[in-house]
């Protein structure tokens, strides 16, 4: 029968207790991370002139008192417009989508 040592038990089931519950936290970024990495490929295409990626959003989170989750951009009839996907605290999720050189919902 082999010989348990404790002192070796003990620091690995501590490594698999740290690598168990950071894997969670590494394969699912939370909604900021993932809403910034959304937000920074729309900006870089933005329409020239227009609003800023950024002011958009601001301005649609606080309109509707929600979270954006999810950022689009589109070409339509040749203008360029941001689809947003919020998320609210009720759990109602919904797509606004707003012109990028004017600012208006549409």
Known sequence: M????????????????????????????????????????????RAEGGQSLDAVVAQVEKRYNARVVRVETRQHKGRTIYVLRLLNAEGKVWTVQVDADSGAVL
């Open 2 to 45: 082999p010989i348990r040592s404790r002192h070796l038990t003990v620091p690995l089931a501590i490594a698999l207790l740290i690598a168990s519950g950071t894997h969670g936290a590494l394969a699912t970024p939370p909604a900021s991370k993932a809403k910034a990495h959304a937000i920074g490929k729309a900006e870089s295409r």
